[in-house]
């Protein structure tokens, strides 16, 4: 199966997880452990890198949503504010372990791969595909490299400039089977976005 194939069949459940709510979102979180305990490992590792834009997000939406108090207490959160949090923060764990199935699946050469591939038909619309896929490599490679200092000036510290590096990308065309399944996965989304709006 071609990197691109893979891609657009993550896009498509990174859509569908955002559908998710209540028992069906309780289910897909208590199936985490599918994925095996290296998956878990970076999970919680991205967890924890997660927690105050999690812990933010329970407050902010817990107390900011209108509605019958949680408790019978001065200040307390909405009912229907404790229940938009939890789905939010259930669809962000859900999102993160996407994230590391990702990583673990495709490799960062197979990635760039995929997203030139699905990214080329937009260069009819002026996309700079070959800029986009270097930016992304960046990332990538930055992510992987940067230290985690304990002080956060040490981010702000230029780093030594090293020698210029060079990057292949191996592409290779989409097989008659990656265009049925790249078909059915539009078709998909399409399906998914129509339940969303309706």
Aim: proline fraction near 6%.
């Amino acid at each position: 199966m071609h990197p691109s194939t893979l891609l657009a069949a993550w896009f498509v459940g990174v859509v569908a997880i955002q559908l998710l709510a209540g028992k069906l979102l309780l289910a897909a979180l208590i199936m985490l452990p599918v994925f095996g305990t290296v998956a878990l490992r970076g999970w919680l590792q991205l967890v924890s890198r997660a927690r105050w834009l999690l812990v933010s997000l329970l407050l902010v939406v817990a107390w900011g949503t209108a509605g019958d108090a949680a408790w019978n207490v001065p200040l307390a959160p909405s009912r229907e504010g404790l229940h938009d949090a939890g789905t939010h923060a259930g669809r962000l764990l859900l999102l993160l372990m996407a994230v590391v199935v990702l990583r673990q699946r495709l490799p960062p050469r197979e990635m760039l791969s995929g997203f030139y591939r699905l990214l080329t038909p937009l260069r009819r619309c002026g996309l700079d595909v070959d800029r986009a896929v270097v930016r992304l490599l960046l990332i990538l490679d930055m992510q992987d490299r940067l230290p985690r200092p304990r002080d956060w000036r040490a981010l702000l510290a230029v780093p030594a400039s090293g020698e210029p590096q060079v990057f292949e990308l191996s592409d290779r065309c989409l097989s008659a089977f990656d265009h049925l399944l790249l078909a059915l996965l539009l078709i998909s989304l399409l399906s998914l976005l129509a339940l969303a709006v309706a």
